[in-house]
Structures are given as C-alpha cells and as structure tokens.
C-alpha cells in the first residue's frame, strides 16, 4: 500500500473554542498541498493522510444534523482521560479527513463530507437483538437521557497516523446496560445503517459487505474506556464523523469504532467484522493498538503526527496506545516486546 503523508498545520492546542472562520487559512493551506496519493487496493484498508479538498470553509461543520438533540453540550469534560503529552488536533482536520466508506469509494476517500448531503441520521433508532431482552432504543432520547460527558483520546490509525479528539458522549457500558443482554452474552456486534439510497459509497461499492459491522468481547465492551461518542469538539457529531453515534474504543485501531450504529446485537460466538472478512490476514478481531505486532505489511513501532508548525514528528507507538492500564488485564498474552523482524 503506498502510503504518502502529508504534513500539513494539523494540530492546535485546545482549539475547539476558535471561531470557525479562524480555520479557513489552515485549510486553504492544506488544499494548496494538493491531494494525498490514496495508494489501496480495492478492498484494502487506508488510514493514509490525504488533503481534502472542499471549496466551503465552513462545510465539515455544516453537515452537523440540524435535528441532532443538543441538551448537554458543551459536556464537561472528563480529567481522568486527559492527554497530557498531545496537542489536540485541528477540529476541521479531524472533520475533512475521514474513512467513511458508506459515502465515498473511490478517488479522495478521506474527503468524506461532501458526499453526506442525502444522509438524514436524526429520526433514527437501535434495534436490539440476540441475547438481549430489550428490542429497540430511540437514538434521540438516548441521547436526551444520557450524562453526557467529554473526554480526549488518541486515536491511532493502523497505517501509523494518529490524532488527538475530544469526543461528546457516554460509556458504552451504558448502553450496554440499556440493552438488558442476557448473561450468556459473550460478545457483542455493532452493525451500521443500510441506507444505499443515502449513502453513495454504499449504493456503488457493491463488492463490499454492507452495512459496515464490527464487534467485541463483552469484557471490552465494558470497559470504563469503550465510548459512545454523539459529539465532537462540544458539538453533535457532523455526518461524516459518525452521526447520529459511533463507538471511539481508544486502544484499539480506529477501524474499530463502527459509525452510524443502527444495530446491536448478543451473541456467544465471536461474530464476524466487515475488515476482517474481507482480509482476515491484516486486519483482526481484537485490533489492539500494539508497536510489537507489525502490519504484514508495514512496522506499528512508531507513527506520526503533524505539529503546528507543520514538521513531521515521529513518536513511538504506545501499547494499547497509551491505554495500557486500563486495558492490560484483558490481554495477558499480548506481545510485550518485539522479537520478529524489523519491518520498515
Ligand atoms: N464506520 C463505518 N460505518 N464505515 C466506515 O467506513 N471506517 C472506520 C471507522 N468506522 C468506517 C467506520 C475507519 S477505517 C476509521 S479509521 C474510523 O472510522 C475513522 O473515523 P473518523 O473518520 O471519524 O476519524
């Protein structure tokens, strides 16, 4: 996979109060650098850095669903996930460089939001089902009810690019919680909206499973990490960063935070997950965040992220990305240090 970073001014410090207007000159630099090289495979991952390419300053916002509930916004945020060695990223950055393979599936594939006009993600509900008792929760009261709360996460892409977020949300246990599952559930699958006639990329990229699914032990779920995230930078999330909710399960590669969650369901058996389906050699169920299991194709050991100055910085990954101590005790057998080749 080629994979051409760009480095571009990305990340500010707490930003997220700037004015939106404050972004337009970092994007029109971003834009005059050009596209990115979107170097995939068809059915090939890519988290590569690629330059959106948008005419309206404002646009990555824009797509903010008018009708998305906004009691409890701005959330205070939560100190206990604090990420003190990180700058937060550009929040129009982390809004016009997406993976969201409903909407786009070829050309630039990270300039995802210009494709979002016909998604209507408000009225919408989560259908349960499997080992659960409960059938059907309404997203927008969900929403309502819940003690929102902000917290900052790393995101660690798996092809070594990283952001820092600040997402709008609750626990997952929560929800978990409000599906009442059966205690025979031992792992839980997140399947996302079906909607061809919305979603661009769904209606052309018929080779792919759709709708987009991805799924966890039940112990991960309930990890005091596992998020639901219904907002960004103080506001409900744009349509092309998940609405109206994603999962953000920050230890784990960004592939595993389905989008768009439209359903849940209980199951015993490990349920299947659409990239490991399409290539079980690369991409895994669990998916942790670890610098000592290499890519097949490329090292974990470091990544990369853009400074505002717009030097590149490479930094060492962190197992679990950081995360470790929340994490650890779910995965004793994962790999320490690094004993195989050196993959550059
Ligand atoms: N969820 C859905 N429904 N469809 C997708 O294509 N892409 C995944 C994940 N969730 C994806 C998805 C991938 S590959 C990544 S890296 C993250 O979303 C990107 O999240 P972001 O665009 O908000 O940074």
Redesign the pocket.
């Known amino acids: 996979m080629t994979n051409i970073i760009l480095y571009p001014s990305w990340q500010l410090k707490e930003n997220h109060a700037t004015a939106r207007a404050a972004y337009m000159k970092r994007r029109e630099f971003v834009k005059s650098l050009g596209l990115g090289t979107i170097g995939l495979s068809t059915l090939a991952?890519g988290?590569s850095q690629a330059a959106h390419s948008a005419s309206d300053p404002d646009g990555p916002l824009d797509t903010i669903p008018d009708n998305a509930p906004r009691d409890g916004y701005p959330a205070p945020r939560n100190a206990a996930f604090d990420v003190p060695e990180r700058i937060v990223t550009d929040r129009i950055v982390?809004s016009s460089y997406?993976?969201?393979?409903?909407f786009i599936n070829q050309g630039d594939l990270k300039n995802v939001w210009p494709h979002t006009e016909q998604y209507e993600p408000f009225p919408g509900t989560i259908e349960i089902g499997g080992l659960a008792k409960k059938q059907t929760l309404d997203i927008a009261d969900l929403i309502r009810s819940a003690d929102l709360e902000e917290r900052l996460y790393r995101?660690r892409?798996v092809e070594a690019w990283s952001m820092t977020v600040p997402w709008t949300g609750f626990p997952l246990a929560d929800l978990v919680a409000r599906c009442e599952p059966r205690n025979s559930a031992r792992f839980v699958k997140f399947i996302?909206v079906n909607r061809p006639e919305q979603l661009p990329g769904q209606a052309k990229a018929t080779w792919y499973p759709w709708p987009?699914f991805e799924g966890l032990r039940m112990d991960e779920a309930m990890n005091e990490l596992a998020f639901v995230a219904t907002g960004l930078y103080g506001e409900p999330l744009p349509k092309?960063?998940?609405s109206p909710l994603?999962l953000v399960l920050p230890w784990k590669y960004?592939?595993k935070?389905?989008?768009?969650v439209v359903r849940i369901e209980f199951t015993r058996q490990q349920p299947e997950t659409f990239w490991n389906k399409l290539q079980p050699r690369e991409y895994g169920f669990l998916s942790n965040v670890n610098p000592n299991i290499p890519h097949p194709r490329w090292s974990q050991a470091t990544e990369r992220f853009l400074s505002t100055d717009g030097v590149e910085e490479r930094i060492p990954t962190q197992i679990f990305n950081g995360y470790d101590e929340w994490v650890r005790a779910l995965y004793p057998d994962a790999p320490r240090t690094y004993a195989g080749p050196i993959i550059r």
């Not at 997406?98 to 409903?102: I, Q």
């Not at 935070?257 to 768009?260: D, E, H, M, V």
């Open positions: 991952l988290c982390a997406n993976n969201f393979y409903e995101f892409c996302c987009y092309q960063n998940g994603r960004g592939y935070g389905p989008k768009a």
